[in-house]
């Protein structure tokens, strides 16, 4: 008998199907769904285009000539990862919070579904993004490159390195919010990150000249990538050159995902703070083991 | 609004939920001390308690969504060191449940019955079933933000059954019903328990509700367990203390009111007679505090006091002993730990 004859049949069935789909792709498409249908995805990509519309008219009227083409791409390439972030600081953000917020986070976590499988769908569902905004950008990067290769160049590389970027700061969103108790908490502290690296970044190169500067430079990943797009863009430096300057974010996207799916998603909780901080299930811990 | 399609589950295990010692605190508080107590199969199990007085944290433990600091508590022959698969034979409807206004209430079923493991092919069959047990079959296609509190209730259950639970907690699951809808909703309560043999673990603040359909009882004060048995034995234990102290309570025709005074005070059981209300009839006596000898005492007492009444041919229209139904032994105990 099938478990379906034995659901028709009215029997306890308690087993799961080895032809069921696995929880990150239900919850990948569910959120997925509820991000693009009515949430608040549409609103954001349409924020980001009214955004980059303003940034390309600036641009365009800012100075810049037929010469300068590398450095408009550059600034374009340059805002639309910005931004992008933005967007997937904000969305990750809500991801565990807002449902902890809306008090629908319980009835997932009272499944059977592995946690650590909940977690990678929410993250699958909140990068979603990052593609139709890249997407959204190819036609400025053509306007300004003109028909040089430097499109090519700052497509491929802004793909590459707008993603680990996007790893990043999703997976630092989310590891806020599965922190936080609410999403106020998850929103002051993920937009003050993004701050916190983006002022740096944004420093004029004059003022990052010493020693110092630059190793800030080099440790904060949004300016350490700014500062490989003008060696590539700018430069025209060669690759191996500029490598150096990718470390940090490939080395922040594997500590962070690492933190995220290895260590924080098995002990996804109803309550954030207190409750999953693991120096205190440690101390409690430690206290049992000194009280017996 | 019950469809009798389920089956009997035959489950060798009379023991559904068995909780030995739970504690849990939160700082220095203590939410909850040594909650000890069994659920068995096909067996209504009442939490009862006032406002911070454990039963939320007794739940969420049970429920494996906070961890107890010490105790254990066995499903269906799984351990607490089992979380995930304890949860794949509990049901929850939880008390504050947030839906997703976005999805319609067959969508919602399928993808939870399809994260327990189940195919779409399977989810299906059994969420039509369920939205048709609740009532919700007309309205399985509207999204669930158009639906009101009760419909979302009616839901939650269906979710909390989508796996066809072997223990199923129901965290204030009348609340915001109507009455027809809480006398539907404890019919399917009871439906579940005697012919589908689940164990139900029911929280409520509804005393007369935990009363009419649940076969024991758990009273919770301040994170004690104050009471625990079948519904019958913790009334009569409690009265045990309780009942000839606190007294009796009758109603007699108005014109009647003086004439029974004085025969009341008359009455050797009887220590002082009261009015209650102006113009009702209803009178209050306070009883003699005698050695207890059996539960036969209070029906003496009762006796003789109805006894002068009917013999002076005076019309009784209400009687009631007092600390007799659950809702005094509630109000008694929890008073008790509260002071």
């Known amino acids: 008998m099938s478990n379906e004859q034995k659901m028709m049949a009215g029997l ?10 696995p929880t990150w792709w239900l919850v990948f498409s569910k959120d997925a769904t509820d991000l693009w249908i009515g949430g608040k995805a549409l609103f954001l990509v349409f924020i980001y285009t009214v955004v980059l519309g303003i940034v390309t008219y600036v641009i365009s009227n800012s100075g810049f000539s037929s010469p300068h083409f590398r450095e408009m791409t550059y600034e374009t390439i340059e805002t639309v990862i910005e931004v992008s972030l933005f967007i997937g600081l904000i969305i990750s953000a809500d991801s565990l919070s ?11 976590l009272l499944t059977s579904a592995s946690r650590r499988q909940i977690v990678v769908g929410k993250f699958l569902a909140t990068i979603t993004f990052w593609p139709v905004a890249l997407v959204l950008a190819i036609p400025t990067l053509k306007i300004f490159s003109q028909g040089y290769d430097v499109f090519g160049e700052s497509l491929l590389w802004g793909g590459i390195l707008g993603s680990i970027l996007v790893l990043v700061y999703v997976g630092l969103g989310m590891l806020v919010s599965f922190w936080s108790n609410t999403n106020k908490t998850s929103y002051v502290v993920s ?5 916190m690296f983006l002022i740096p970044s944004e420093m004029p190169e004059a003022v990052q000249n010493g020693v110092i500067s630059r190793t800030l430079e080099w440790i904060n990943p949004l300016a350490a990538v700014n500062h490989f797009f003008s060696k590539i863009i700018l430069n025209n430096t060669s690759f ?12 922040f996207a594997i500590i962070i995902l690492g933190i995220l799916f290895l260590y924080a998603a098995p002990g996804l909780r109803l309550e954030g703070g207190r409750g999953s901080k693991p120096w205190l299930k440690f101390k409690q811990n430690v206290d049992k083991g000194g009280s017996s | 609004m019950i469809s009798r399609g389920y089956s009997k589950a035959v489950n060798p295990r009379p023991e559904v939920l068995v909780a030995e010692g739970l504690q849990k605190s939160y700082g220095a508080r203590l939410a909850l001390q040594g909650l000890t107590f069994t659920l068995k199969a096909g067996h209504i199990l009442g939490f009862l308690g006032p406002n911070g007085a454990g039963k939320t944290t007794s ?28 949860r794949r034979k509990i049901g929850v409807l939880p008390e504050n449940l947030g839906f997703p206004g976005q999805m319609t ?24 079933k369920l939205l048709n047990d609740v009532g919700l079959h007309q309205r399985r296609n509207s999204l669930i933000g158009t639906y009101g509190h009760g419909m979302k209730q009616r839901l939650g259950i269906a979710r909390a059954l989508i796996n066809n639970p072997v223990v199923l907690f129901l965290d204030e699951p009348t609340l915001g019903l109507d009455p027809r809808g809480q006398q539907d909703l404890l019919e399917l309560i009871k439906y579940l328990s005697r012919e589908c043999g689940m164990g139900v673990v029911l929280c409520s603040h509804m005393i007369s509700e935990i009363e009419s359909v649940c076969d024991d009882v758990v009273i919770l004060s301040a994170g004690q367990m104050v009471a625990k048995g079948t519904v019958a034995e913790v009334i009569d234990r409690t009265q045990q203390n309780i009942v000839l102290r606190n007294g009796l309570k009758l109603q007699v025709l108005p014109a009647s009111v003086a004439k029974a005074i004085q025969i009341l005070k008359a009455t050797p059981s009887v220590t002082k007679v009261s009015r209650i209300g102006a113009s009702e009839g209803w009178l209050h006596l306070e009883l003699i505090e005698p050695v207890y000898e059996g539960a036969s005492m209070e029906y003496k007492i009762s006796n003789s006091i109805l006894g002068a009444l009917v013999r002076a041919k005076i019309p009784i229209m209400n009687f009631e002993v007092e600390g007799g139904r659950l809702q005094d032994v509630f109000m008694h105990l929890t008073e008790e730990v509260i002071t």
Do not use: C
């Open chain 2, 59 to 86: 739940i969420r433990i049970l429920t494996t969504m906070i961890e107890p600091e010490s105790g254990r508590f066995v499903v269906d022959g799984i351990g607490s060191e089992h979380p995930q698969q304890i």
């Open chain 1, 240 to 251: 191996s050159e500029a490598l150096v300057w990718i470390e940090t974010p490939v080395a």
């Open chain 1, 191 to 195: 937009l003050g990150m993004y701050v």
């Open chain 1, 12 to 21: 306890h069935i308690n087993k799961p199907s080895a032809s069921a789909l």
């Open chain 2, 105 to 128: 209430a067959l969508e919602y079923l399928l993808y939870f019955g399809q994260l327990y493991g189940q195919t779409a092919a399977e989810t299906t069959a059994i969420a039509q």
């Open chain 1, 98 to 108: 807002g449902e902890r917020d809306r008090n629908t986070l319980e009835s997932l």
